[in-house]
């Protein structure tokens, strides 16, 4: 049975997201939660949580990524009146945002949508890439990036790296349509594993570093912006 906590500081918008969640589904195991602190305290393992951006004490942000610290498969769901904060919370690698206010069908939407992805969630994207050494496979979501270095690409994923003869901007331009940017002349990140931006300093959640160029800080932010916000203007549409 499907575990999902809603966590919101006002009343009205937490029993209208709990009444629209229990429409779709009353057999789902359901908990709300007035703060951050008092969904933290008594946490479970739950697959969905439905959490505001502003909220009094702790907001949606630092508990997103308090959460993420104890459970990194939970899908959040940002609900937020202001869209400007989608841009800050993308270190807690959000399922999707939504606008207040939020209506039955959006609701329902995100929660197919989270559902229909858990049940697929193993049919990966899977690539061949042509390294030195010979052709190996990976699932896009363990590729950290690619870096272009000594004449070679280095490619560095979950476990291992590997080496591949190619221009990085042919790299860049297969790998766009998997969320992959270019913040350096040399490199190409998956955003996915995009944690912290800090001046021309780029952190993963690998605990990896790499660099931002000064000339493109301004784009690449915008990209990076974009890319969060793309769940949110599908799900609007």
Not at 7 to 25: A, M, Q, S
Not at 57 to 62: A, P, R, S
Not at 108 to 132: G, P, Q, S
Request: glycine share 6%.
């Amino acid at each position: 049975m499907y575990r999902i906590a809603v966590c919101d500081d006002e009343k009205n918008v937490r029993d209208e997201i709990r009444d629209f969640i229990l429409e779709w589904n009353s057999e789902v195991e359901l908990k709300v939660f007035s703060s951050g602190e008092d969904l933290l305290e008594n946490y479970l393992s739950y697959d969905a949580v439905f959490l505001d951006i502003d909220m009094q004490g702790m907001n949606g942000i630092d508990t997103g990524k308090s959460i993420r610290l104890i459970d990194r498969d939970v899908k959040i769901v940002y609900v937020t009146a202001y869209r400007d904060y989608v841009a800050g919370a993308f270190g807690v690698h959000a399922f999707q945002y939504l606008l207040k206010p939020v209506n039955r069908r959006e609701i329902v939407n995100v929660l197919e949508e989270i559902f229909r992805y858990m049940k697929t969630a193993d049919k990966k994207i899977i690539l061949d890439f042509h390294t030195v050494d010979g052709i190996v496979c990976l699932s896009v979501d363990t590729i950290y990036f690619f870096e272009y270095e000594n004449r070679k690409i280095r490619i560095v994923t979950d476990k291992e790296e590997y080496y591949m003869v190619e221009r990085i901007g042919n790299v860049a331009r297969r790998m766009e349509n998997f969320g992959f940017s270019m913040p350096h002349q040399s490199f190409s990140v998956n955003m996915l594993h995009v944690k912290n931006v800090k001046g021309q300093h780029i952190y993963l959640d690998n605990g990896m570093e790499i660099p931002l160029s000064q000339k493109k800080q301004k784009i690449w932010k915008q990209e990076l912006t974009a890319w969060l916000s793309a769940r949110l203007e599908r799900q609007g549409g």
